[in-house]
């Protein structure tokens, strides 16, 4: 299958800093990227869904503002969580997918954040 | 609007006894079907998915599910549980009116642990 990568798979940061996430398709060419939260022991909840080149769509109750995602390149997604707060650790998941509707998405491990 | 019900967040099952999560769906249309397996600390990995094709769908390292229409349900079963199947696994849907590769509606997860 294809492989999607994240950077970085950890991350500590102070109560009020920013931290980018990375988001890459390896082998393939992405065309929608997904960015999801998984709270511990529970599911994962889509956040917003992103095509390259245009603005990303969010879930509601998302906010726009504190999740700044871009996606700039058909390799490339981040997401940046801006003035970061204790209640924004999770673990966010990135896919990726190429082509129309009924192609498949591909999951990146994951990225840790913690929030101090 | 979609969901879906994981129904045990934990199974526990001895090695080579059969292995069943559950999964019930609600939507007012048939829904594309997924199973996805998470290992700790790592991205999602696809099982297997019902598309409206052949109910009885077989998935990689042995697993299956069928989808029955008549009780809104896409279990998932493997005859005989190995050690490695130890891991979280999640069904999800999607609305079929915009492609199985769009927006997925994960369940909570189920926790399976493999005993000696």
């Known amino acids: 299958g294809a492989v999607v990568s994240q950077h970085p798979s950890r991350v500590i940061c102070k109560s009020g800093t920013s931290v980018k996430i990375e988001c890459r398709s390896l082998d393939f060419q992405a065309t929608t990227m997904f960015w999801y939260r998984q709270f511990p022991k529970q599911s994962l909840m889509l956040m917003a869904t992103?095509?390259?080149?245009?603005?990303?769509?969010?879930e509601q109750g998302v906010e726009k503002d504190k999740f700044l995602i871009n996606h700039a390149s058909l390799t490339l997604s981040t997401l940046t969580v801006t003035s970061a707060h204790p209640e924004d650790s999770s673990f966010y998941i990135c896919?990726?997918?190429?082509?129309?509707?009924?192609?498949?998405?591909?999951f990146g491990p994951g990225t840790r954040l913690t929030v101090l | 609007a979609q969901s879906v019900t994981q129904l045990g967040s934990h199974v526990s099952v001895s090695e080579g006894a059969l292995v069943l999560l559950r999964c019930n769906y609600s939507s007012s249309v048939p829904p594309y079907l997924f199973w996805y397996v998470q290992y700790p600390n790592q991205g999602l990995q696809l099982l297997l998915k019902y598309t409206s094709a052949a109910t009885l769908v077989k998935g990689i390292n042995g697993f299956e599910a069928e989808f029955k229409k008549s009780e809104t349900s896409f279990h998932l079963t493997k005859p005989s549980a190995h050690m490695s199947d130890a891991a979280e696994y999640f069904c999800a849907v999607s609305d079929p009116y915009t492609g199985g590769g769009n927006k997925l509606t994960f369940g909570t997860g189920t926790q399976l642990k493999v005993e000696l």
């Open positions: 896919s990726a997918k190429s082509g129309g509707p009924y192609n498949e998405q591909f």
């Open positions: 992103s095509n390259e080149g245009s603005k990303a769509t969010y």
